[in-house]
C-alpha cells in the first residue's frame, strides 16, 4: 500500500478483556516497529521484526503483551486481560530493511481506551 | 543502554522567535541521530538525520549537529513559523546489529502569531 495502514483506528474496551491492533506495512519493508505514545511518557518501543530474525521484545511492558509477524507482512499486537493504564496511542512503523540510518514510515495510530 | 534526554516542554514562543530544543544521549558505539515530528493530528514522520560526528541535518529550516563530544543533536530554527507548531522527538538508533530506533519523550512546540 502506498502507506503503513492501522486498524482499527479507535478501539473501546472494558478492563479484562483482549485486544487485537492490526498493522500493514509498506509492502516490501522487512522491518516492522510497535510504538506506544502515552500522554507524558512520549514514544516507548514495544517490539521489532526484522525479516525472519527472532523478534526484539525487549520492550514487551508484561507477559500479557504478544505480537506476532505472518508471512513478513501484516503484524498484530494482542493485549490480553487488559488493564486501564494500558490505554495508550498504539504506533506501528516499518522501514525497508531495518538499517541504522533509515527512516521510518509511521502509521496513524490505534487509540486504545480501557473503561 | 541506549537513551535520549530532550528538554521538557511544552515550548511557547512568538513568531520569528529562535528556536532551540536540546538533545542529549547515552549510546553504546556511535548511534544514527535523528529528528521525528508530530503535527497536530497527523503521524510522525522524519524530519532530519545524522549518521556520524559532525555531521549536520538539515530540512524545512531546521538544523541539528551530531556533537560527539557533548553527545548532543540539539534542534534549531532561526525564526519559527506558526506551522511549526508540534511535537518534536529525538531519537537514535545504533548502527551495529538490527536494534530499533529509541525515542525521546517529545517537546511539545507551540508558535503564537
Known amino acids: 500500500g502506498a502507506g503503513v495502514s492501522q486498524s482499527p483506528s479507535n478501539k473501546v474496551t472494558e478492563k479484562g478483556k483482549d485486544v487485537e491492533l492490526r498493522c500493514d506495512p509498506i509492502s516490501g519493508h522487512t522491518a516492522l516497529y510497535w510504538y506506544r505514545q502515552s500522554l507524558g511518557q512520549g514514544l516507548e518501543f514495544l517490539i521489532y521484526?526484522?525479516?525472519?530474525?527472532?523478534?526484539?521484545k525487549s520492550g514487551l511492558p508484561s507477559d500479557r503483551f504478544s505480537a506476532e509477524r505472518t508471512g513478513g507482512s501484516v503484524s498484530t499486537l494482542t493485549i490480553q486481560r487488559t488493564q486501564q493504564e494500558d490505554s495508550a496511542v498504539y504506533l506501528c512503523a516499518s522501514s525497508l530493511g531495518g538499517h541504522a540510518n533509515e527512516k521510518l514510515f509511521f502509521g496513524s495510530g490505534t487509540q486504545l481506551s480501557v473503561l | 543502554g541506549n537513551s535520549v534526554t530532550q528538554m521538557e516542554g511544552p515550548v511557547t514562543l512568538s513568531e520569528e522567535a529562535f528556536l532551540t530544543i536540546n538533545c542529549t544521549y547515552t549510546a553504546t558505539g556511535y548511534p544514527s541521530l535523528f529528528w521525528y515530528v508530530q503535527y497536530p493530528g497527523e503521524g510522525l514522520q522524519l524530519l532530519l538525520k545524522?549518521?556520524?560526528?559532525?555531521d549536520k541535518g538539515s530540512n524545512k529550516g531546521f538544523e541539528a549537529t551530531y556533537r560527539k563530544e557533548t553527545t548532543s543533536f540539539h534542534l534549531e530554527k532561526g525564526s519559527v513559523q506558526v506551522s511549526d507548531s508540534a511535537v518534536y522527538f529525538c531519537a537514535l538508533m545504533r548502527n551495529s546489529g538490527n536494534t530499533p530506533l529509541v525515542f525521546g519523550k517529545g517537546t511539545r512546540l507551540s508558535v503564537i502569531a
Open positions: 545524522a549518521t556520524k560526528a559532525d
Open positions: 521484526f526484522q525479516g525472519n530474525s527472532a523478534p526484539d
